[in-house]
T-cell receptor, first 116, second 111 residues
Framework: NAGVTQTPKFRILKIGQSMTLQCTQD?????MYWYRQDPGMGLKLIYY???????DKGEVPNGYNVSRSTTEDFPLRLELAAPSQTSVYFC???????????????FGDGTRLSIL | DAKTTQPTSMDCAEGRAANLPCNHS???????VYWYRQIHSQGPQYIIH???NNETNEMASLIITEDRKSSTLILPHATLRDTAVYYC????????????FGAGTILRVKS
């Protein structure tokens, strides 16, 4: 079972460059999420989506964009990379249920991004 | 979401039970308690969750006090592979089912 797959695993960018972090899940989950984790800290939510065509901001959305054209894919876009965006990025998904079900989130292995 | 308080770190001997506490004194009636862990730099892994009853699965047990102001995650026979950061999260069932991660507890299992 693939679960949540993130690519690339590692990337080094120059300041001002742009890139897209890919995330795909094969569990037919409606909900998907992007988090970032800085060294020694907990995860912070960047964006999330409750279904195809619907996205919402999390705690730290500035500098990022997302789209959700299919159930499976939820790419995260950095338009103008800045050193403050050096972090580990995690994508997650969960099953939506009746009455905002309490289903757990399943995480990918992360993308380690350095902006130099 | 209610705030949680966890110890910064704990040690446990291999083969013994690891008991990880979490305080959530401001929890409200419809907030669930979730536990996740993060091994090294991998993605967080779901362990268990509960509302007010004690819960058990193949990984762990969750004990929630009667007043729901605190809980304990129990790993019955800790192994070296259980060394990780453990996060206790309290949240509503709400739009998007979002999680808010704190700093967690670093559990070190030692031989």
């Amino acid at each position: 079972n693939a679960g949540v797959t993130q690519t690339p695993k590692f990337r080094i960018l120059k300041i001002g460059q742009s890139m897209t972090l890919q995330c795909t899940q094969d569990m037919n989950h409606n909900y998907m999420y992007w988090y970032r984790q800085d060294p020694g800290m907990g995860l912070k939510l960047i964006y999330y989506s409750v279904g195809a065509g619907i996205t919402d901001k999390g705690e730290v959305p500035n500098g990022y964009n997302v789209s959700r054209s299919t159930t499976e894919d939820f790419p995260l876009r950095l338009e103008l990379a800045a050193p403050s965006q050096t972090s580990v990025y995690f994508c997650a998904s969960s099953q939506a249920g009746r009455e905002y079900s309490n289903q757990p989130q399943h995480f990918g292995d992360g993308t380690r991004l350095s902006i130099l | 979401d209610a705030k949680t308080t966890q110890p910064t770190s704990m040690d446990c001997a291999e083969g013994r039970a690891a008991n990880l506490p979490c305080n959530h004194s401001t929890i409200s009636g419809n907030e669930y308690v979730y536990w996740y862990r993060q091994i090294h730099s991998q993605g967080p892994q779901y362990i268990i969750h509960g509302l007010k009853n004690n819960e058990t699965n193949e990984m762990a047990s969750l004990i929630i006090t009667e007043d729901r102001k605190s809980s304990t995650l129990i790993l019955p026979h800790a192994t070296l592979r259980d060394t990780a950061v453990y996060y206790c999260i309290v949240r509503y069932m709400e739009y998007g089912n979002k999680l808010v991660f704190g700093a967690g507890t670093i559990l070190r299992v030692k031989s």
